[in-house]
């Protein structure tokens, strides 16, 4: 048994840990995850984007721009700057949320609307999928209206489609979950038998 598998084997124990209660030791390897993952990150950033990007194109400017506008949200954090950080917060938010839009337009809108328009092999697949897609943002759609005594009512109709939205999100979570789980399980039963040498 090598020193790297009793290490990672250890650490695996710790976070399993968590589910008896949260401890220090559990919160110290998520903490050291969390930073060498972050390292990582900034590392393989600076290697694979910023330095091929130099040595591609040579276009440093808008590279200086970019440097910029981390400087400026970096600035966020000092109390009299705060106002200052709001450009480079918008700038990010405007450009996520284009990207966002145009990769749900074109990521899942598009075939949705394609696979339920076109006949396919599979109809009720594809009437599934369509009325799960409705029916979810329809879920987060309110539309309620405020009555004279100032509370919030829906229409029976919101109502009888916001369940069944609510159904298909319950469905999702529970299949993420059990997936997370089988996989945390797996990921212990490889660290076990690696520790006993099977």
Same mark, same amino acid.
């Not at 020193?3 to 399993?16: A, K, R």
């Not at 009325?131 to 829906?154: E, K, S, W």
């Given at each position: %048994?090598? /020193? ?11 976070? /399993?840990?968590? @589910?008896? =209660? ?37 276009? *440093?400017? @808008? ?17 009299? /700057? =705060? ?18 839009? *145009? #990769? ?9 609307? /394609? ?19 409705? !029916? ?6 309110? #539309?309620?209206?405020? =009555?004279?005594?100032?509370? @919030?009512?829906? *229409? ?15 469905? %999702? ?6 997936? %997370? ?7 212990? !039963? ?5 520790? @006993?040498? =099977?």
């Amino acid at each position: %048994m090598s /020193f790297e598998t009793l290490i990672s084997f250890t650490l695996t124990l710790i976070i /399993f840990s968590y @589910l008896l =209660r949260d401890n220090l030791l559990y919160r110290l390897v998520i903490y050291t995850y969390i930073g060498i993952t972050s390292a990582f990150v900034v590392i393989t950033l600076l290697e694979n984007v910023v330095a091929a990007y130099l040595a591609t194109t040579g276009d *440093t400017l @808008l590279l200086l721009a970019a440097l910029v506008l981390v400087a400026l949200l970096a600035l966020r954090a000092l109390p009299g /700057f =705060r106002a200052v950080g709001l450009l480079p917060l918008a700038f990010l938010i405007a450009v996520g949320a284009a990207a966002a839009v *145009t #990769g749900a337009a074109t990521g899942t809108i598009l075939p949705l609307v /394609f696979n339920v328009v076109v006949p396919s092999a599979d109809v009720v697949n594809s009437a599934v999928l369509f009325v799960g897609v409705i !029916t979810t943002l329809l879920y987060f759609q309110y #539309g309620a209206r405020r =009555r004279a005594d100032g509370t @919030l009512h829906r *229409t029976l109709l919101a109502r009888g489609v916001g369940a069944i939205g609510e159904a298909f999100i319950v469905v %999702m979570m529970g299949a993420t979950y059990g997936a %997370m789980i089988i996989s945390s399980l797996s990921v212990f !039963t490889g660290q076990l038998s690696a520790l @006993l040498g =099977r």
